[in-house]
């Protein structure tokens, strides 16, 4: 029996010796009287002696809150229960019970409550208890300091605790599985906080975090559910016919449905009136006349729920929440839909007044019903059931898995559109459900499209056994493969393919926890139906999950049957304390080597292994070609990992792993600059290197910057000196299309700058008199070269030059037409301050578009003859406007490769759409003002022109 309070504190001395201090957070009641004779709040708290001075101690506090029945509405009394343990680390556990005065018989038997738990502080230790549940075990905390800031206690596991808890841990039983069923809980959710805020999100070694960590690898082990996808059932659908338009359901579960089948036709009650309804025969697919609503027999079979829950038998039972009826099986007794991982239940009353009860339903009890109903969402003989919101269907009883719908139609088909309310017909021929707009188009007063389409189960059988969704355990050195696409071919709309392993590593930790890699390989379709250009192309997205906190992936393009590849194979190395990674086939490459200090419950923290800064520094003192290559692949292996990619290309992130192992961070810095040395790539991006500390002394980043500096040349367009006399010569509505966009607004031409704000009128400003000309036709002053134009704006990943298309992706920037055959594209891939330009052409012959350095002949014959480019400096310099900057780069168009950032407005504007002139004097841009809302009285946009001094 639940005692009056759920607190105990042993501060009465009832023996010779006082007992422990401590608190309990007493067990869920079980009866609605038990709960409703609990006081309405209650508070408690325990001092905590650790050995540590004055800390924090152990409080709790539970309040009571009763809610009144309300008869009319069926809606019974309710005790909602809230408590909350609060430890000296400052953690929080909270727990709520909502417990139902309802008449016996009316809702299913509770589960087993809750448990209750006891912590107290003895021998300077923390301990809490889970009691009442068979072999659950004790855990003891231990302090290893206090928090310099906060003043709460920091905790680690004890060795004791860990040799308590392993052996369940390791088992797959029920009973392990009961006994921490609640430790899981209270762990997950934050008992107690991890050794150090900065490293929150770290399987710490020694620490709670690692024992959290194993409690879910044990609760996601018995909650495997099976994958069946390899004997996926044979299931087909026709192409979708849309056959009306209705507005969405109301949500009442207590009326019958508006949409539901008889004598194989599709019928829908007329929702003005509700009185009158009309039947569409999918057969000859059309709709019959408007009639009296008749739902003749199908009414004895309804599913529909009351405000005191579903009618089985002389007695309303209260439904689970959230669940509602599938179908209606007899008088007594419902099937309900508890999810992929569950299954279906059949709730049913016995003869008599015994308690409503859940079982699995047996194979032939759902035939009889399904035919006689008025539809349901189950097909198959009851076998399987849709579930169409998420798109999938699953198998109803047991071995459980769930496929996605693959529907057979066109594009346009069901992707983004999201299905309700799906009927199936009681023969499983057909199925209709609501279509409503995509989810980027949603509008609650919009209709929803009523679509009938045909089904086909071909014949089919379960396999005996489920094959578990957990990936192969292999044994390989390779956990990424290098990036190639055997086949076959992947059209637009074919599933990703996916594959997963296990990677067995020995790293020396505890035998009964076994330490393993995990490696996902995505394998999905690359272009749209449109892109013809890749048809045969597929994306790859390799992963390789160490632990939880330590990732590594790349994703790339390959073609179909192509085994070449820039990227090598990634292999690992196992042995006593160590994992070592590299890539195969790089002459010299220094294996990224991490030092494993494995903890309690298999949790590790990773370091960086002293060997591998010395083979480092060993390569970084060198200056041949196959020393800066081993670097290079290096660093891109260590970029795999999202923290070393955030930190090479945005600030650090405070609690960051692998870019805080050792001096890494600073080793990639230093590989960056010495590559941009070597290839003269961007030397000006280097220059600003952390110079001071230890790791900076190690690794020579002095000598290192001082050397970019003087590779770093100055801005060679002396803007400053012109710039007081750049001149507004109008006010824009918006920014306007310049050359090389399809249909400029703004260009040159025979020495004027022509703007074209209205279609067909143009107007042009001469620079030298300094005023502009009377409107004309666009026909008299066209745009001089139509075939320097781009031929495309990009809606496909396929852009056209020289009658042919190559494949175009987001890092390709700033199209530069050239002739009819090249174009000039900026490549961004290694950053977007950092262009590489590449002259994209189709040859003369049949061959395919290549790829080749430009040329500044070119480039500055090119600009001549258009009506304005990003082209400077007789073809030496281009304009690069990267995402998001406030102001235009001038980079240089061959190599050395180097970019400067030009100053032509203050803070205050922003400038777009910068054209240079064919002849090089002038520039021109739209002034915008920077961070204002969009407001033309008040914030106008202004056209500038700029004249340009003649770069040496």
């Not at 929803?448 to 094959?467: F, I």
């Not at 067909?760 to 066209?782: F, I, N, S």
Request: proline residues 9%; neutral net charge; glycine residues 8%.
């Amino acid at each position: 029996m639940l005692g009056v309070s759920p607190f105990l504190f042993a501060t009465l001395a009832v023996a010779a010796e006082a007992p422990p201090q401590g608190v309990v957070l007493d067990a869920e009641p079980r009866t609605f009287a038990e709960a409703k004779a609990l006081p309405s709040q209650l508070t408690g708290s325990a001092a905590c002696d650790l050995g540590l001075g004055k800390t924090p101690g152990i409080t709790v506090t539970q309040t009571v809150e009763v809610t009144q029945a309300i008869p009319d509405f069926c809606r019974p009394a309710e005790a909602v229960i809230r408590q909350k343990l609060s430890l000296p680390d400052g953690s929080r556990v909270e727990r709520e019970f909502r417990i139902v005065d309802d008449a016996p018989g009316t809702q299913l038997p509770p589960p087993p409550p809750r448990p209750r738990i006891r912590v107290r502080c003895q021998a300077r230790r923390l301990e809490l208890a889970v009691e009442g549940v068979p072999e659950s075990p004790l855990l003891t905390l231990e302090p290893i300091g206090i928090g310099a800031t906060s003043g709460s206690v920091k905790f680690r596991v004890s060795r004791d605790s860990e040799a308590r808890f392993l052996p369940l841990l390791v088992r797959d039983d029920a009973g392990a599985r009961g006994a921490l069923e609640e430790w899981d809980f209270l762990v997950g959710k934050g008992v107690p906080s991890r050794m150090s805020v900065r490293e929150a999100n770290m399987l710490e070694a020694d620490s709670v975090a690692g024992l959290a960590a194993a409690l879910e690898r044990a609760r996601k082990r018995a909650a495997l559910a099976p994958d069946l996808e390899g004997d996926r059932p044979p299931l087909k659908a026709g192409a979708p016919e849309t056959i009306g338009e209705v507005r969405p359901s109301k949500g009442n579960s207590n009326e019958d449905s508006d949409l539901f089948w008889r004598q194989g036709r599709l019928c829908m009650v007329r929702q003005d009136t509700g009185k009158r309804m009309r039947c569409y025969d999918p057969v000859t697919r059309r709709w019959g006349k408007t009639v009296p609503v008749d739902r003749g027999s199908l009414a004895t079979g309804s599913t529909r729920v009351g405000a005191c829950g579903v009618r089985l038998g002389t007695r309303d039972v209260r439904l689970p929440q959230h669940l509602e009826p599938e179908l209606r099986l007899s008088p007594r007794a419902v099937l309900l839909w508890y999810g992929p991982d569950q299954g279906a239940r059949v709730l049913e009353v016995p003869e008599g007044n015994g308690p409503p009860r859940l079982r699995e339903p047996e194979a032939e009890e759902l035939k009889k019903p399904m035919l006689a109903s008025a539809g349901s969402r189950l097909f198959g003989e009851g076998r399987f059931i849709l579930d169409e919101s998420h798109k999938l269907f699953c198998s109803v009883q047991r071995p459980l898995g769930c496929w996605s719908l693959q529907w057979d139609g066109s594009p346009d088909d069901e992707g983004a559109h999201p299905l309700s309310e799906a009927r199936v017909s009681p023969d499983g021929r057909w199925v209709a459900y609501m279509r409503g707009p995509p989810s980027s188009k949603v509008d609650t007063d919009e209709p929803l499209g009523l679509v009938v389409r045909s089904l086909e189960l071909g014949p089919y059988v379960a396999p005996r056994e489920p094959v578990s969704t957990e990936p192969r355990l292999v044994r390989t050195d390779v956990v990424m493969e290098k990036p190639a696409w055997a086949g076959p071919a992947l059209k637009w709309d074919d599933e990703e393919r996916l594959f997963r392993a296990r990677i067995a590593c020995d790293l020396g930790q505890d035998p009964r926890i076994p330490f393993e890699l995990e490696t996902r390989r995505t394998v999905s379709p690359y272009n749209r139906p449109a892109d013809a250009c890749d048809s045969d192309r597929v994306r790859l997205r390799q992963e390789l999950t160490v632990t939880e906190d330590l990732k590594f992936a790349r994703s790339t393009s390959a073609v179909t049957g192509d085994s070449r590849s820039a990227m090598g194979d990634v292999k690992v190395r196992c042995q006593a304390g160590r994992l070592s990674l590299w890539v195969e086939g790089v002459p010299g490459f220094p294996a990224l080597t991490l030092a494993a200090n494995m903890g309690a419950f298999g949790a590790v923290r990773w370091s960086l292994a002293p060997e591998t800064e010395t083979r480092l520094q060993a390569l970084l003192a060198r200056d041949d070609a196959p020393a800066i290559e081993a670097l290079d692949a290096f660093a891109r292996l260590v970029k795999l990992n999202d923290d070393a990619r955030e930190m090479a290309w945005v600030k650090p992130k405070e609690d960051s792993r692998i870019s805080r192992m050792g001096c890494l961070s600073t080793a990639l810095e230093a590989i960056s600059a010495r590559k941009a040395l070597a290839e003269g790539f961007h030397p000006e991006r280097q220059v600003s290197l952390k110079t001071d500390g230890a790791c900076a002394e190690r690794y020579g980043m002095r000598a290192l910057q001082q050397r970019l500096q003087a590779a770093t040349l100055p801005l060679p367009l002396r803007v400053g000196a012109v710039k007081g006399r750049a001149e507004v010569i109008s006010q824009v509505q918006s920014v306007p299309r310049i050359p090389p966009e399809r249909q400029p607004q703004l260009y040159w031409r025979d020495g004027a700058l022509c703007m074209d704000p209205e279609a067909g009128q143009v107007r042009c400003y001469d620079p030298a008199a300094r005023k502009w000309g009377t409107a004309v036709d666009r026909q008299e002053r066209p745009f001089p070269r139509e075939d320097l134009l781009v031929k495309s704006q990009y809606q496909t990943r396929c852009y056209p030059v020289g009658g042919r298309t190559f494949p175009f992706s987001d890092a390709m920037r700033d199209i530069l037409p050239l002739s009819p055959r090249a174009s000039l594209i900026a490549d961004t891939s290694r950053g977007d301050l950092a262009p590489e330009f590449k002259v994209y052409e189709a040859p003369e012959d049949a061959g395919p578009v290549r790829t080749r350095a430009p040329t500044v002949e070119e480039l500055a014959l090119a600009a001549r003859a258009g009506g304005g480019s990003a082209s400077l400096g007789e073809g030496r310099f281009l304009l690069h406007a990267p995402k998001d900057e406030r102001s235009p780069w001038l980079c240089t168009a061959v190599r050395p490769w180097t970019c400067w950032k030009l100053p032509l407005e203050s803070e205050d504007y922003g400038v777009r759409a910068p054209m240079a002139s064919p002849d090089g004097r002038w520039l021109s841009y739209v002034r915008i003002p920077w961070g204002k809302p969009e407001d033309p009285k008040k914030y106008s946009k202004e056209l500038v022109l700029l004249p340009l001094t003649p770069i040496p």
